[in-house]
T-cell receptor, first 114, second 115 residues
Framework: DTGVSQDPRHKITKRGQNVTFRCDPISEHNRLYWYRQTLGQGPEFLTYFQNEAQLEKSRLLSDRFSAERPKGSFSTLEIQRTEQGDSAMYLCASSLSEVAYEQYFGPGTRLTVT | DQQVKQNSPSLSVQEGRISILNCDYT??????FLWYKKYPAEGPTFLIS?????DKNEDGRFTVFLNKSAKHLSLHIVPSQPGDSAVYFC??????????????FGSGTQLTVLP
């Protein structure tokens, strides 16, 4: 399977704990995006990488959120001191620069903060 | 403010008939539009896209129409099949967003194709 993969698929954590999610993009894609989706809404942009450089962050990405993409391959999204409002589906997508808008999504990580 | 709107949360269609899903947008800087399909517990799957310089793009049973003056696009599925039952998201990319080209999504329409 050469699609975008994410791990874990589900995460339940207690408020105040830290969580980390991983995304492996399509291998030849140099762009990687993180989105968040809440119930009844479409995905909302969080941040994006071109190779290993994080080039843009949404205002939705508070200081408790940090993302990395070492060596321009997989990416991690960490949420520190989780809050109940962080409960959502976290989606990763990847694309090629030449058709950056044509983004391919992974299955997502569903986070539940209790 | 919602820049991409899908005003119909749900749509039911008989198998074999045409499904028409609608989307309106407000941002004149959108230059690419995409439709994604999403099954439960899966990520959105890219279906079809259209550039703002075109008014129609067709791929098999799926056709997307763009009316720039009305800031409206629609996805036609014909003939509809039960496997098409899913949530459909309209998305747009903003040429003024710089290098990111992040997508702005609508809230989705649940399509149910009845056998």
């Amino acid at each position: 399977d050469t699609g975008v993969s994410q791990d874990p698929r589900h995460k339940i954590t207690k408020r105040g704990q830290n969580v980390t999610f991983r995304c492996d993009p399509i291998s030849e894609h140099n762009r990687l995006y993180w989105y968040r989706q809440t119930l009844g809404q479409g995905p909302e942009f969080l941040t994006y990488f071109q190779n290993e450089a994080q080039l843009e962050k949404s205002r939705l990405l508070s200081d408790r959120f940090s993302a990395e993409r070492p060596k321009g391959s997989f990416s991690t999204l960490e949420i520190q001191r989780t809050e109940q409002g962080d409960s959502a589906m976290y989606l990763c997508a990847s694309s090629l620069s030449e058709v950056a808008y044509e983004q391919y999504f992974g299955p997502g990580t569903r986070l539940t903060v209790t | 403010d919602q820049q991409v709107k899908q005003n119909s949360p749900s749509l039911s269609v008989q198998e074999g008939r045409i499904s028409i899903l609608n989307c309106d947008y407000t941002n004149s800087m959108f230059d690419y539009f995409l439709w994604y399909k999403k099954y439960p517990a899966e990520g959105p799957t890219f279906l079809i896209s259209i550039s703002s310089i075109k008014d129609k793009n067709e791929d098999g049973r799926f056709t997307v129409f763009l009316n720039k003056s009305a800031k409206h696009l629609s996805l036609h599925i014909v003939p509809s099949q039960p496997g098409d039952s899913a949530v459909y998201f309209c998305a747009a990319s903003d040429i003024s967003s710089g290098s990111a080209r992040q997508l702005t999504f609508g809230s989705g329409t649940q399509l149910t194709v009845l056998p």
